[in-house]
């Protein structure tokens, strides 16, 4: 088992990173990954029910993106990015603010042509996000929904034309700034089919924060701090999944993110808890995964926590392995790219 940074990194060429949603969602390219055999299969993703057994219960993660990237400008009509991170309660929130240093405390931004929001600086953080509270007429969500943005990664730098492509179809509620990309893949359609064949849906959620892109930069990485995100596991997912692994049957996990929710919410008895909570969980090779028995993932970035994830998932060299398989056969990676079942 390797803890080096350098151990987790390959060569990926810049033209292979997806910067286009695949169009149906479920046309996206799917290399199944047997890591028993240390085997793999080019499909697509509509065949992925070919690998879903009758019994298997599919747990997804339901939480909704909200179009967190605002303009807004200063009284002097200089202009600034705000991208809202976290709520602090109502009308505050934790920010990132491009240019930041140009905006002092109490001073305001105002966004949209008629100013229907305008942001005022509270607080200053320690680690440089600000805290900024929102004033404006009406509920909130709703001006957000007409002025703000989606908040793409920063790999992706072709428009977005519609804006749904970065949520997927059965998103609830939540406020995330990043879209738990596996769940992507799915239609309407194809999540019917699934559940014709015998395949039970889990919703549970995991509110996915910026620092799912943030790079590992210690060369150790047990010396790297994971992000917090809030995660909620409601009761019936709790009951539907435990009976399922007393009886044996697989707990397939739709994305990362999933798996961290699933992963953090086991007591030493093996059983799923009911609850709300923020986890800090970093898998990496070593971890022993008491939850799930499958996983449906994209292609990560080189060095990053979610590649350690999936190694830990299988191993380390394999999973190197595939990714090298990934680029000579050129399917696309990251938010917008193609998909893999582990199994």
């Not at 700034?177 to 893949?185: M, Q, R």
């Not at 009951?239 to 007393?246: G, P």
Request: glycine share 6%; proline share 3%; with cysteine.
């Amino acid at each position: 088992m390797s803890t080096l940074l350098k151990d987790y990194d390959y060569n990926l060429p810049e033209y292979l990173i997806g910067q286009h949603p695949t169009e149906p969602r479920d046309h996206s390219r799917l290399m199944a990954v047997n890591k028993k055999t240390m085997t793999t299969e080019d499909k697509h993703f509509y065949d992925i029910i070919d690998y879903l057994n009758e019994g298997d219960i599919l747990v997804r993660n339901s939480t909704k993106v909200i179009p967190a990237r605002l303009i807004g400008r200063k009284e002097t009509g200089a202009v600034l990015e705000i991208f809202l991170l976290k709520r602090q309660d109502l009308d505050t929130w934790e920010c990132l603010i491009g240019h930041a240093k140009k905006l002092k405390l109490g001073q305001k931004v105002y966004i949209g042509e008629n100013n229907e929001l305008i942001g005022e600086l509270l607080e200053i953080k320690d680690d440089g996000n600000r805290i900024i509270k929102f004033y404006y007429e009406g509920v909130f969500e709703e001006v957000l929904d007409k002025l703000g943005e989606m908040p793409l990664p920063p790999y992706i730098v072709e428009k977005l034309e519609d804006q749904s492509r970065y949520q997927t179809v059965y998103a609830k509620r939540g406020e995330s700034v990043a879209a738990p990309t596996a769940g992507l893949h799915f239609t309407k359609e194809l999540l019917e089919k699934i559940k014709n064949k015998g395949i039970t849906i889990v919703d549970i959620y995991l509110e996915v924060g910026l620092g799912t892109f943030r790079p590992v930069q210690v060369e150790d990485v047990l010396q790297h701090k994971m992000h917090t995100e809030k995660f909620e596991i409601p009761k019936e997912a709790c009951e539907i999944i435990n009976k399922a692994k007393q009886e044996g049957r697989r707990i397939v996990a739709v994305g990362t993110t999933t798996v961290r929710a699933l992963e953090s919410a086991v007591n030493e008895n093996g059983e799923l808890l009911e609850e709300v909570a923020d986890t800090d969980i970093f898998i990496y090779p070593g971890y022993k995964f008491k939850m799930i028995d499958a996983l449906i993932t994209n292609f990560h970035l080189p060095k990053s926590t979610l590649l350690m994830l999936v190694s830990a998932f299988s191993s380390r060299e394999f999973m190197l392995k595939v990714y090298k398989e990934a680029v000579e056969k050129e399917y696309h990676f990251f938010s917008f790219g193609d998909a893999m079942f582990i199994y």
